[in-house]
């Protein structure tokens, strides 16, 4: 799969979070040509506050795999430029690469991963941003066109404008 086809599962995955009231944000982790984690932001449904896409798409990922060796990278695609601590579990899971479609200015992480030195446990992956953004931030207008008043909107209008 290429970044862009990965970033675009990663759009549908949102597509699917926003029908349910959610925030547009979607993620997928892939390993050799296969999806094995993928998920939309769950703030709405759960309640709770460390629901994000990508952290979620991880941890799904992180339970098939296990300790086992990887035949191949494990890659991460997300609508939404990944948050720090996202960008910090994509280290600790050994990402490789991470794509993603539209910048959060406010609290994006591809920044700090840039800049972070290479460990062995805690290496950072090779950052891609960009991809099919104006559709990402096309799924941020609609929603910030349905959503009512409240925080989450706020920050997505930010988000649909940039």
């Given at each position: 799969m290429t970044p862009d086809d990965l970033v675009a599962a990663a759009i549908e995955v949102a597509e699917e979070g926003m029908a349910r009231g959610e925030l547009p944000i979607g993620a997928v982790v892939?390993?050799?040509?296969?999806?094995?984690?993928?998920?939309?932001?769950?703030?709405v449904a759960s309640g709770r506050?460390?629901?994000?896409a990508d952290l979620l798409a991880m941890t799904e990922a992180d339970t098939r795999l296990g300790w086992?060796?990887?035949?191949?990278?494990?890659?991460?695609?997300?609508?939404?430029?990944?948050?720090?601590?996202?960008?910090?579990?994509?280290m600790a899971l050994k990402v490789t690469d991470v794509y993603y479609a539209l910048e959060s200015p406010s609290d994006g992480g591809?920044?700090?991963?840039?800049?972070?030195?290479?460990?062995?446990?805690?290496a950072p992956p090779a950052v891609t941003g960009g991809l099919r953004r104006d559709e990402a931030r096309d799924q941020f207008r609609r929603y910030c066109d349905e959503a009512p008043e409240s925080g989450f909107r706020t920050w997505a209008l930010g988000l649909a404008t940039s």
């Open positions: 892939e390993m050799g040509g296969e999806i094995i984690g993928r998920a939309h932001t769950q703030d506050r460390l629901v994000h086992r060796d990887r035949p191949h990278p494990l890659r991460l695609a997300v609508n939404l430029e990944p948050c720090l601590m996202c960008m910090g579990a994509a591809a920044a700090v991963a840039a800049s972070w030195p290479s460990h062995p446990w805690f």
